[in-house]
């Protein structure tokens, strides 16, 4: 089993910037990739980015340029910092390792 446990959600005004936080816990010796999704109001949950133990990433189109994925592998935490922000990047965020979800954050960009 692991634990997912985001922060850093909120409200943003457009062109603003949040970093979002995920610590994992429980039986990690195996993790290999953690990643954060996103799931919009109405539509379909997305990969948003990843980034492998070797620290190979990899984002979604939507994102490039404005996020960066990174890790404390001895914090067991991957972080999100997103940049430049658009109204179109509300929506609740997940992080994700394996099979296992966190609860979510909800970041709202709104002016």
């Known amino acids: 089993q692991v634990q997912l446990v985001e922060s850093g959600g909120g409200l943003v005004q457009p062109g603003g910037s949040l970093r979002l936080s995920c610590q994992a816990s429980?039986?990690?010796?195996?993790?290999?990739?953690m990643g954060w999704y996103r799931q919009a109001p109405g539509k379909q949950r997305e990969l948003v980015a990843d980034i492998t133990s070797g620290g190979m990433t990899r984002y979604a189109d939507s994102v490039m340029g404005r996020f960066t994925i990174s890790r404390d592998a001895g914090k067991n935490t991957v972080y999100l910092e997103m940049n430049s922000l658009k109204p179109e990047d509300t929506a609740v965020y997940y992080c994700?390792?394996?099979?296992?979800w966190g609860k979510g954050t909800l970041v709202t960009v709104s002016s």
């Open positions: 429980g039986s990690i010796s195996d993790i290999l990739t």
């Open positions: 994700n390792v394996l099979v296992f």
